[in-house]
Structure formats: C-alpha cells, structure tokens
C-alpha cells in the first residue's frame, strides 16, 4: 500500500513539473483585482467627463447621435484609457513577477511566450478593428468590440495558462455580444466586463490557487 502511494506521489510530481513546463502559472490573481479597480475607476473618470445619467435617454441619443465625436473628447477617452492600460500592464506584471519568484518558476519561457502570443494576436486585431470603428464614426461600437476581441483574447491563450481564464474569456465575449444590443450604454458594459468581472476573477484566483 505504501509502495502504491509512493508511486502514485510520483507521478503527481511528474505531472505538476511538466504542466509548470507548458503552462503559464504564474498569474496572480491580486493583479486581476487590481486591474478590475484601474479599469472602474477609468470608467468612473469617463463617466464624469461626460456629466450624463447611464440611464437617461439623453445619454444613449448623445453616445449613438456621433455628437461624443470631437478631438476633445476623443483625446480624453484615449488618454484616460492608456492610463489604466499602463497601469494595468506595470501593476500585473510586478505581481506576476513576485509570485514567479515566490514559487520558484522561470518569469520567461517556452509557455510564458506562447501564452502571450495567443493573447496579444486577438488584442491587436482587436485594437485595430476599433481603430476603422473609430475612424469611421461607428463610436458606439468600440465598447462592445473590445469586450468580444477581449474575450477571444482570453480563450485563446487560456490553453497556457490557468482553465478560469477561460471562463473570463465566455463571460466577456458574451457580455461583448449583449452590449452590441444595447450600444448606448456601451461604457457601462466596460465597466463591468473590464471591472467587476476582473475582480471577481482576481479573487476567485487567489481563494483557488494562492491560498
């Protein structure tokens, strides 16, 4: 019976070091919470800018009207959008960094560089799918676009990582999807999927895996 358990400790053993080799695992979950945080409160800055009621007509007949469409607000949209991006991206990293050293995994290797390149492929496409959206005046879909090339972003490259990204990725693309429904109230959905969905994933992250 020993001899049975010892072999199948082993086996265990062998399993985890080769899953540590093709996959990504040292996402943190704090920096889910983080990033949900960055992207609330980006939200709640663009909500103030534009001084309307999420729930008033006034506001879908505004974002869907092409009236938001001017540099000025279109240069605070972006700034205040690569601010949180940037914070997103430092936060996410250092913290991903410190739990690689904390467990004793490699920051850079075979599956750290597959899984980004599955996730960088959808989001730069994405991004320049919003670009044309932009460019021609189809403002109200930017949100939900972003959600959807997001989400697929995240399926894609959850083959390398942890299975809950995944989930992340359905709940995303199906929000994305929801929000072409309703495309005036496209920075709300941003809010949620970029937000409170990346929060409660950071903490479902750390009560599952970091405990």
């Known amino acids: 019976m020993n001899q049975q358990n010892e072999h199948l400790k082993n086996l265990s053993e062998i399993r985890s070091l080769m899953e540590s080799s093709t996959k990504f695992l040292s996402l943190s979950g704090l920096a889910g919470v983080f990033i949900g945080i960055f992207a609330l409160c980006g939200a709640l800055a663009a909500y103030l800018y534009l001084s309307l009621d999420f729930f008033s007509d006034n506001y879908y007949i505004h974002l869907s009207s092409g009236k938001i469409f001017n540099f ?59 670009l044309a959206l932009l460019f021609h005046h189809n403002v109200s879909l930017i949100a939900p676009a972003m959600l959807v090339f997001y989400g697929i972003s995240l399926v894609s490259a959850s083959v390398f990582t942890f299975n809950m990204i995944r989930y992340l990725g359905y709940c995303e693309i199906f929000l994305g999807l929801l929000a072409c429904l309703f495309v005036g109230y496209g920075l709300l959905f941003w809010a949620v999927g970029f937000g409170l969905l990346h929060i409660i994933y950071g903490i479902a992250m750390r009560y599952k895996y970091e405990r």
Not at 87 to 94: D, H, M, N, S, Y
């Open 72 to 130: 000025g607000n279109i240069a605070f949209f972006a700034t205040d959008a690569i601010i949180v991006l940037l914070l997103a991206l430092t936060v996410g990293t250092l913290l991903t960094m410190r739990k690689a050293r904390k467990n004793g995994q490699a920051i850079w290797n075979k599956a750290v560089k597959k899984f980004l390149i599955n996730l960088f492929i959808p989001l730069i496409a994405g991004g320049l799918f919003c």
